[in-house]
């Protein structure tokens, strides 16, 4: 039999066992160069996207370094939202069930929306593993009910959300608490100026891991541009989804406001939509979540913010109603489809004031495919540089026709008309003498 390459990381057997289970056979790139320096007591900062095996990286150190024995906190990992808090929750679940029957491994998941009391009842005995949102977490530390000071590793995971939610005080303050030689672990898409002040604080010469994604984007993801031109855009999107009659797509907007308006356009069409975004009620959210989960929805209005973090199974299709102001999120975004292998695709409506963003896009190596929705079905248009490079050849063509054409200096009846016949021959002539040279 195949040795497991993990195997080299001398887990105990039982981690192993679980590996196996899960069907792990070799680390990725982010997990190689984490897990050694991880399972030293190593602070790291890891700068990686979505999809590259970044959650294992550091939960498969902490919980070869928990001692079951000892009935204290050990670890806390912090997330910013509630989906990828128990998300984690979910994979630490899958190991600790491989943990010896005499000394088991005691793994809890704190969150905001749950009833705070009952979790107060419940911590007379302190878990060895402590997964959640820092809001509750912090909680609950302040309540002396949990007791982080004998814990030696925090993880902040999706430190730029984060950071962008408000959250860093609260992991501050959690932190702060906790052993005074602590392991701190912290992974990013983006490390951001305003987190720089709060690593510095509590990280000496962390090892820095930067993983560049092999491609920008999944391999089997086609991005499609799709031009509004002169039309309603919902009424083009309606149209988009039934054409594409996806599995399950997210529609991506930029603001709360617009995730509503699009959510409510569409289901007064008869459309099955669910949407997730900021101002739902952490009760709304879980049912949502659990709606989602059950694929009673077809169709999925989000914002980015909250979309960040959710690992959604069977995306076919990521619409971007809006292209988003900081392009990082368009590879968040079309990261949600095309896992596991699968392919997908990624649909963009544009605009022309969106040139400059799809312009950089380009550049950081995405490849568009143009088309276009003409009486419900798909057409293959020009790439929009090459009709770009086609006005600019012309302008040119008029301006050296132009300065080619001698202009009088009196000016006689009917000179207007007459300079104008004489650029249109002179235009032609370039053309032809243009034609001849591109043979």
Known sequence: MKQNQFERFSFHPYIIEAINEIGFTKPTDVQERVIPAALKGTSIIGQSQTGTGKTHSYLLPILQNIDPTKNEVQAIITAPTRELANQIYKEALKFATHFPEETPLNVRCYMGGTDKQRTIDKLKQQPHLVIGTPGRIKDLMEDTALQVFTAGTLVIDEADLMLDMGFIEDVDKIAVRMKENLQMLVFSATIP????????????????????????????????????????????????????????????????????????????????????????????????????????????????????????????????????????????????????????????????????????????????????????????????????????????????????????????????????REVEEMKKKQRRIEKRTNK
């Open 193 to 420: 100026e305003k987190l720089k002040p709060f690593l510095k604080k509590y990280m000496e010469n962390p090892k820095y891991v930067h993983v560049d994604p092999k491609q920008v984007t999944a391999q089997k993801i086609e991005h499609v541009l799709i031009p509004l031109r002169h039309r309603n855009k919902i009424q083009l999107l309606h149209d988009m989804v039934i054409q594409y009659n996806p599995y399950l797509a997210i529609i991506f907007t930029n603001t709360k406001k617009m995730a509503d308006q699009v959510a409510d356009a569409l289901m007064a069409k008869g459309m099955r939509v669910g949407r997730i975004h900021g101002n739902l009620s952490p009760r709304d959210r879980k049912k949502m979540m659990k709606q989602i989960t059950n694929l009673e929805f077809q169709y999925i209005v989000a914002t980015d913010l909250a979309a960040r973090g959710i690992d959604i199974e069977g995306v076919s299709h990521v619409i971007n109603f809006e292209i988003p102001s900081d392009l990082d999120f368009y590879v968040h975004r079309t990261g949600r489809t095309a896992r596991a292998g699968y392919s997908g695709i990624a649909a963009t409506i544009y605009e022309q004031t969106d040139e400059d963003a799809l312009n950089r896009l380009e550049k950081m190596g995405i490849e568009f495919k143009n088309l276009d929705l003409q009486n419900g079905e798909w057409i293959e248009t020009d790439d929009r540089n090459k009709r770009k490079n086609r006005k600019k050849q012309t302008n040119e063509i008029e301006k050296k026709a132009k300065s080619m054409v001698q202009k009088s200096t009196k000016v006689k009846p009917g000179y207007k008309k007459k300079h104008q």
